[in-house]
């Protein structure tokens, strides 16, 4: 699970609920199942209207998947760099067919499987950057869609927070002839879609947009760095060439250096 996404979403909550019980003893107020549901039934059908179904799934299940930790860190960067390296010196020794043994072990990875088996191909090295490159950017656009879903949708929760608040002063200004004291109640009651639309747009769906986003660029990051990688490889370059070529890319204290890696053997 990610801590930092849990413990901010339980933050965001407990800010709203304690300024609330900090201000007033009717707590009660804040909870109109009538206004929830209108925002939340409002925002989801305005987006399955306006975006394929599969998709909007997807954005829903992007949410949750906000607090399972990124996959991609700055540890894993730099045991990418060591894979290619390692690769770097299979192919000076033996060519690129041994590479064969060494999809079993990247199997997980479609990007990574499909870049070795374009070295086993025989592609040069501007084949296999442009054909990679090409996959990354497409990789990168297909899984911006549930962010840009979500952010949608948090245009969307506010809007319909607005329209419940109307339908709530309509009912209530209508009722004002009869009995004009519940002019105060009604209009509390009228503002609560409001509430809820910008909570659901602030605290959920545009933060999860937001983290969506963030991790897509940095698979994308990665992808750009193995794009590098396997040019290089599909061009025999040396293992030291691929090393400081690869490094250009990293933070300095991540970066892999072979020197220390032959010590601590």
Do not use: C
Request: no cysteine; charged share 20%.
């Amino acid at each position: 699970m990610s801590f930092a996404t849990f413990f901010g979403f339980l933050a965001a909550i407990g800010l709203f609920v304690g300024s609330i019980l900090l201000a007033t003893s009717n707590f009660g107020l804040f909870l109109d199942a009538p206004s929830f549901i209108l925002v939340v039934g409002g925002t989801l059908a305005a987006t399955f209207v306006g975006q394929e179904a599969r998709y909007v799934i997807l954005a829903l299940k992007g949410i949750g998947s906000t607090f399972i930790p990124q996959r991609v860190n700055r540890t894993i960067l730099n045991t990418e760099v060591g894979r290619i390296i390692r690769w770097g010196y299979l192919v000076k020794e033996k060519g690129f067919l041994p590479l064969e043994d060494e999809i079993k072990t990247v199997a997980s990875d479609p990007f990574l499987v499909f870049g070795v088996e374009l070295l086993i191909t025989g592609y040069d090295g501007k084949d296999v950057r442009e054909t990679l490159q090409a996959v990354a950017d497409n990789t990168f656009e297909r899984n911006m869609v549930p962010a840009n879903i979500l952010r949608s949708m948090g245009g969307t929760a506010p809007a319909f927070g607005m329209i419940g608040t109307l339908i709530g002063l309509i009912v209530m200004l209508d009722a004002m002839g009869s009995n004009p004291e519940m002019l105060g109640p009604g209009l509390a009651v009228a503002l609560n879609t409001t509430l809820y639309g910008v909570m659901l747009a602030r605290m959920i769906f545009v933060p999860a947009a937001n983290k969506l986003q963030q991790r897509q660029e940095i698979l994308r990051f990665r992808h750009e760095l193995m794009v590098e990688g396997f040019a290089l490889l599909a061009e025999k370059r040396s293992p030291r060439f691929i090393q400081d070529r690869m490094n250009s890319f990293l933070d300095p204290s991540i970066r892999f250096n072979i020197d220390q890696q032959m010590k601590d053997r």
